[in-house]
C-alpha cells in the first residue's frame, strides 16, 4: 500500500479514500476502495468499502461493468478466494485506514493527506535502543498530550505566518491563507463554526454559484446551522481617514465604511433570496442552513499605532453596529497567542 492515503471529499459527509491493490496480475486485479463516512450513530465505525475484483484478457484493458451482491440471487453464493499475500495486504491497509481516518469526521472543503510514518518510528526506536531508558520513556507517551503538542506547532506555525505578513498589502494572499487555515477564523466566534461548503456566494440561483454577490467566508455553527459572514480585507487597510471629520474626531477611512456596506448588502441579498438558496442547497447535498440575524465579521487593518483617541472612536464605532463586528488582524493574532498559551496550559 501507498505510504500516503488521500480523503477526496465526494459529498458533504462522505470522501473516497485512497483504493489500496492486494494483488495484480497483468489480467487480474484485486483491491479494496475504502469510503470515510460521518457515522453519527457510532462515529468509531465510520469506514466502509468495497472488494474489487477486475479480469481482462491479454488484448484489453480493464472494465467497469459491475456485479455487486444485488445480482446475486436467492440461494447463491460468491465465494472470492484471496492467497496469504493478499489476505495480508487487505488487513494491513484496513488497519492503515482505521489509523488515519478512523473515528473522525470528513473534511467536506478539501482533500486530506495521511502519510504512514510507521517506519520512521520503528527506526528512531532502533536508534535510541542503546539507551535502555528512552524507549520506554517512548512507550509512556500519553498520546493526548502528543497531540496537544502538534497542535501547539500548528497554531505556532500560523502565529508565525500572521506576524511575518502583518504589513502584506495583497489581498489574495490572504484569501489563500485562511483557505488554509480556516479554523483560525473561527477564533472570531464564541460557538462551534465550520466553513460552509466552501461556498462564498450569498444571493442568486444556488449557495455556490459563480454569479452574483459574494463574501469571503460563509461560516455555519455546527449545532444550529444558522450561517455567518465574514468579509476579509489586509492589515495594511486604513481604519481612518487621513483627514479628520473635525479637529479632535477622526473619520473612518473608505475600507472600512465600504466593508461595512458591503456586508450589509450581501446580508440583504442573502436574506431575500433564502428560500431558493435553501431549497437549491437541501436538493443538490441534502444539507440545511438558517439565516437568522446573521453575524457579519469584518477582518480589517491594526490597532497597533492608533492614538488613543482613534482606539476610543474605533471601538465606539464597532460597539454601535448591531450585525458586523469589526475585528482588526492584530486582535485575531492575539486570540491565537491565547489559544496557545491555553494549550501549553
Known amino acids: 500500500m501507498s505510504n500516503e492515503i488521500k480523503a477526496t471529499p465526494n459529498s458533504f459527509v462522505t470522501s473516497e479514500l485512497t483504493p489500496f491493490i492486494l494483488q495484480e ?4 486485479k484485486i483491491y479494496f476502495k475504502g469510503i470515510q463516512v460521518d457515522n453519527n450513530a457510532d462515529i468509531e465505525k465510520n469506514i466502509k468499502g468495497s472488494l474489487i475484483i477486475q479480469k481482462k484478457t491479454k488484448s484489453r484493458t480493464f472494465g467497469e461493468s459491475k456485479f455487486t451482491r444485488k445480482d446475486i440471487s436467492p440461494y447463491d ?10 489476505t495480508a495486504a487487505l488487513c494491513n491497509g484496513l488497519v492503515a485506514y482505521f489509523k488515519a481516518f478512523g473515528g473522525k469526521q470528513t473534511d467536506p472543503y478539501q482533500q486530506v493527506s495521511y502519510v504512514k510514518v510507521d517506519d520512521d518510528i520503528k527506526t528512531l526506536q532502533r536508534i535510541l535502543s ?21 497542535n501547539i506547532k500548528n497554531l505556532q506555525c500560523v502565529k508565525e505566518e500572521i506576524e511575518s505578513n502583518i504589513d502584506n498589502s495583497d489581498e489574495s494572499f490572504w484569501q489563500g491563507f ?12 464564541n460557538s462551534p463554526l ?5 461556498a462564498r456566494y450569498v444571493g442568486g440561483k444556488s449557495i455556490d454559484n459563480k454569479s452574483g454577490k459574494y463574501t469571503d467566508f460563509i461560516f455555519k455553527n455546527q449545532l444550529t446551522h444558522n450561517i455567518s459572514l465574514i468579509e476579509i480585507k489586509t492589515p495594511t487597510e486604513n481604519i481612518f481617514s487621513t483627514t479628520a471629520y473635525r479637529q479632535d474626531v477622526p473619520k473612518m477611512s473608505e475600507e472600512i465604511i465600504g466593508g461595512v456596506n458591503q456586508l450589509l448588502i450581501q446580508r440583504q441579498s442573502l436574506y431575500n433570496e433564502y428560500t431558493t438558496l435553501r431549497n437549491n442547497v437541501l436538493e443538490q447535498q441534502k444539507e440545511d442552513f438558517k439565516a437568522i440575524n446573521i453575524q457579519s465579521i469584518l477582518l480589517i487593518g491594526k490597532m497597533q499605532g492608533l492614538s488613543p483617541m482613534a482606539l476610543k472612536c474605533l471601538l ?15 486582535e485575531l493574532l492575539l486570540k491565537v497567542e491565547n489559544l496557545i498559551q491555553l494549550l501549553k496550559g
Open 77 to 86: 453464493m460468491v465465494e472470492i478466494t484471496l492467497d496469504t499475500e493478499a
Open 178 to 189: 485562511f483557505s488554509r487555515n480556516a479554523w483560525a477564523l473561527s477564533q472570531l466566534f
Open 194 to 198: 465550520m466553513i460552509y461548503n466552501g
Open 316 to 330: 465606539s464605532y464597532r460597539n454601535e453596529l448591531k450585525s458586523i463586528n469589526i475585528i482588526t488582524f492584530d
Open 25 to 28: 496480475t497483468p489480467n487480474v
Open 130 to 150: 542503546t539507551d535502555r531508558e528512552l524507549p520506554s520513556i517512548l512507550e509512556r507517551v500519553d498520546t493526548q498530550t502528543l497531540n496537544s503538542a502538534l
